[in-house]
């Protein structure tokens, strides 16, 4: 499994979603997390990292770069959808529990190293995606 | 949503006060002007590239004068940009290509399948470019290789110095030179699903939707250079930093590698996809459109491979054949005047193909048999074959045993010409060829012929346009 990353406070403005995970998710080829409607500010350039939770604990899954479109800009961009294969560790983590019906998986901001824990952000919604050969 | 409170607001307009952005060697870069970079429609088509294919290797493994040569590049870009800002080569104008792309073009190159493809042509033209400034058409652009574990840290050309004497460095890079890159966002976990994306909808995107590794390698690497106020993490100004280019060299890479790894890896043949269009200026200035189609084997058509080479160079790139036609007679021997042999030589010792061209050689057709052609009789009576410096070649003749004879007449014969003709071509005798059967046990065969035809005439290769 991947390395453990202690979280005893998890950043004020990560978000977390439930997933359920579906029937086939053990014989998928790739499982994709999807985030929905991402809403970040046009000047902010953004690595959103994708953690599973487990407790306090949070172990890496994947993650997706976002470039600002200039430092200067005014407003909000809008994703439609964020892709982030997560299929490595979270197949990795299903063989460590195998009755597990859910996921719970945390998405924090950084810029590099560095945590950006007042950045305004949202994501309406998220998924998983399944692909198979 | 209402703007963030960010954290750095303030920390790149402190830290460029701080560094002195605008100091002698580096110009300031102002705000990204993003103006389209040339006239649309105006380009002329771009044309095969003949150069010697060569390899970009991992930037970690420059020896030291290749660094200086890739420092040397990347300065005289610079340069150009302070003396002659008009110049579309310089260093500027050369980010800016970027800023209008990615951030004003009506047809956006990121979040769809024109991702890889656009930043192919975008890196193929600046590398000619950098080769041009230090009169070097062997430069290649170095990859920075941040997926091998040992190679996280920034390449150090690119941090060595660490400060405006480099060409390589930028000073808004929030990752310093001894920081890794998060292992969470290129490491194996990360890589997999790339090189193992079944198709390239999800590896390269589709005409809507970006491929996996856009937002993750890709995007997260400019994020982590730059941090959030570095001129990497933002579109407008990402092309500033000249690592921008070793690192989409590495992305380039793994394109190249995903296209190798299984033969169902294949780049989209739409239409759509395949006439895909974008200009840039060229090395010399000129404003060239070149399609997807054009760059979708980086080795064979922009020169450029990864180290381990599926093509090697055995037979000659020709951009196109230059004829060479000296005075002909019949029944005479081909005397090569100064002006033509000229040329020819000049082809020769550049090392670029010439050719002899026969037309409707004189020779029997009534059987089949393999003819040496010499372009001298005498040696042709000693008959040494590739051991004679006038040796051309063969002429074979097969008969087609069901029909009895042969095609009525031989068509054209072409014979590449070596240089050891040279003393032929400079002979005022001219060059007389004749023919031998080779390895005849035919008795009272005639041993040499002197070779007739209906012309003859030379072509040579140009293998570069200036």
């Given at each position: 499994m991947g390395s453990n990353v202690a979280s005893a406070h998890p950043q004020?403005?990560?978000?977390?979603?439930?997933?359920?995970?579906?029937?086939?998710?053990?014989?998928?080829?790739?499982?994709?997390?999807?985030?929905?409607?991402?809403?970040?500010?046009?000047?902010?350039?953004?690595?959103?990292?994708?953690?599973?939770?487990?407790?306090?604990?949070?172990?890496?899954?994947?993650?997706?770069?976002v470039l600002a479109e200039s430092?200067?800009?005014?407003?909000?961009?809008?994703?439609?959808?964020?892709?982030?294969?997560?299929?490595?560790?979270?197949?990795?983590?299903?063989?460590?529990?195998?009755?597990?019906?859910?996921?719970?998986?945390?998405?924090?901001?950084?810029?590099g190293k560095e945590a950006l824990p007042d950045l305004e952000w949202s994501a309406a919604s998220a998924s998983l995606t399944l692909g198979t050969r | 949503m209402s703007q963030a409170k960010f954290p750095f607001a303030n920390s790149r307009r402190t830290f460029l006060q701080s560094v002195g952005a605008g100091a002698l060697l580096i110009p300031s870069v102002s705000h990204a002007v993003c103006e389209p970079p040339g006239t649309p429609g105006s380009a002329r088509p771009w044309r095969a590239d003949c150069r010697p294919i060569r390899a970009r290797r991992p930037a970690s493994t420059l020896a030291a004068a290749e660094i200086q040569k890739l420092k040397d590049a990347y300065k005289a870009m610079r340069d150009l940009s302070v003396s002659d800002p008009a110049d579309p080569r310089g260093f500027t104008h050369q980010a800016n290509i970027h800023c209008w792309f990615c951030s004003v073009s009506p047809t956006p190159v990121h979040g769809n399948w024109q991702f890889f493809a656009w930043h192919r042509a975008y890196l193929y033209f600046h590398e000619r470019i950098l080769g041009k400034l230090i009169n070097d058409s062997e430069f290649r652009l170095p990859y920075w290789d941040w997926e091998i574990s040992t190679h996280r840290k920034m390449p150090s050309a690119y941090t060595s110095p660490n400060n405006n004497t480099n060409p390589l460095w930028n000073g808004t890079r929030a990752m310093s030179p001894s920081d890794?890159?998060?292992?969470?966002?290129?490491?194996?976990?990360?890589?997999?699903?790339?090189?193992?994306?079944?198709?390239?909808?999800?590896?390269?995107?589709?005409?809507?939707?970006?491929?996996?590794?856009?937002?993750?390698?890709?995007?997260?690497?400019?994020?982590?250079?730059?941090?959030?106020?570095?001129?990497?993490?933002?579109?407008?100004t990402a092309g500033r930093d000249p690592i921008f280019y070793a690192h989409h060299a590495n992305v380039d890479k793994i394109w190249s590698d995903?296209?190798?790894?299984?033969?169902?890896?294949?780049?989209?043949?739409?239409?759509?996809?395949?006439?895909?269009?974008?200009?840039?200026?060229?090395e010399n200035r000129i404003w060239r459109s070149i399609k997807a189609s054009q760059l979708l084997n980086h080795e064979t058509q922009l020169r450029y491979n990864y180290g381990l080479s599926r093509f090697r160079e055995i037979l000659p790139c020709i951009l196109d054949w230059i004829i060479v036609r000296p005075p002909w007679r019949f029944d005479r021997p081909v005397v090569v005047e100064p002006r033509f042999r000229d040329q020819i030589m000049k082809a020769l010792d550049e090392r670029r193909p010439v050719r002899m061209h026969i037309n409707y050689p004189q020779i029997p057709l009534d059987r089949s048999a393999v003819y040496r052609v010499y372009a001298d009789p005498k040696e042709a009576e000693a008959d040494n074959g590739t051991k004679s410096p006038a040796f051309l070649g063969v002429i074979p003749v097969v008969l087609n045993t069901r029909e009895k004879h042969h095609p009525p007449k031989a068509p054209q014969v072409v014979l590449n010409v070596g240089r050891r003709i040279s003393d032929l071509l400079h002979s005022t005798d001219g060059i007389q060829l004749a023919f031998v059967e080779r390895f005849t046990t035919r008795k009272g065969a005639p041993k040499v012929q002197l070779l007739n035809a209906k012309e003859v005439y030379f072509s040579y290769g140009e293998t570069m346009r200036e």
């Open positions: 004020a403005n990560s978000k977390e979603f439930v997933l359920a995970l579906p029937p086939e998710f053990a014989a998928a080829h790739s499982v994709v997390l999807v985030l929905n409607d991402v809403r970040l500010p046009k000047s902010a350039a953004v690595v959103l990292r994708a953690r599973l939770a487990e407790g306090e604990a949070e172990i890496p899954l994947g993650s997706i770069g430092k200067d800009a005014q407003g909000t961009a809008t994703h439609a959808a964020l892709r982030i294969d997560i299929t490595k560790t979270l197949l990795r983590w299903r063989q460590e529990h195998p009755y597990a019906s859910a996921v719970r998986i945390r998405v924090v901001p950084y810029a | 890794d890159l998060p292992e969470e966002d290129v490491n194996e976990d990360v890589m997999e699903p790339v090189y193992s994306a079944a198709n390239f909808s999800e590896f390269g995107g589709t005409g809507a939707f970006p491929g996996i590794p856009e937002g993750s390698p890709h995007g997260s690497v400019h994020v982590d250079v730059g941090g959030f106020a570095g001129d990497m993490g933002a579109f407008d995903w296209n190798k790894g299984a033969s169902s890896h294949e780049n989209p043949t739409d239409a759509a996809f395949l006439n895909l269009s974008w200009s840039f200026y060229d």
